[in-house]
């Protein structure tokens, strides 16, 4: 089986890590990449295969819906998910309608879980 690749993009460090460690401690197999802004995860996508990526929405210079849609363009079929503490409907609707996922900040570790374990056949 080939190794998978998640993708975290958020501009604070802290959040970063919050993923980073549930990812590490329940996918330990799992390759961890981590960018503070969109244009370097738009780097990693171009250097790596991503399985999944996690984008914060608000970030400097390109937000999250940016870099999502620069992404898909990119990797057809990649597995997005908008992770942000603004949760107006209107943001949902918009990320559903661009075919990612969304994940409320703050993040769960239950949340962090479903997405990923759904990759991993429903863990």
């Known amino acids: 089986m080939a190794q998978k690749t998640i993708l975290i993009v958020d501009d604070s460090s802290l959040a970063r890590m919050m993923i980073k460690n549930v ?3 329940s996918f330990p197999d799992w390759v961890i990449l981590e960018a503070g802004n969109g244009q370097d995860g738009l780097n990693h996508v171009k250097n790596h295969s ?3 990526a996690l ?3 608000n970030m400097p210079g390109m937000n999250g819906i940016e870099l999502a849609a620069k992404l898909m363009e990119l ?3 990649l597995n ?3 992770v942000t503490a603004n949760i107006q409907e209107t943001m949902r609707q918009r990320a559903e309608a661009m075919g990612i996922g969304f994940i409320k900040k703050p993040v769960s570790k239950d949340d ?3 997405v990923i374990g759904a990759l991993e056949g429903g863990k």
Request: aromatic fraction near 6%; charge should be neutral.
């Open 55 to 57: 984008i914060d929405f």
């Open 80 to 82: 997005v998910h908008l």
């Open 50 to 52: 991503i399985s999944i």
């Open 23 to 25: 990812v590490s401690q």
């Open 75 to 77: 990797v057809p079929g």
């Open 112 to 114: 962090i879980i479903r």
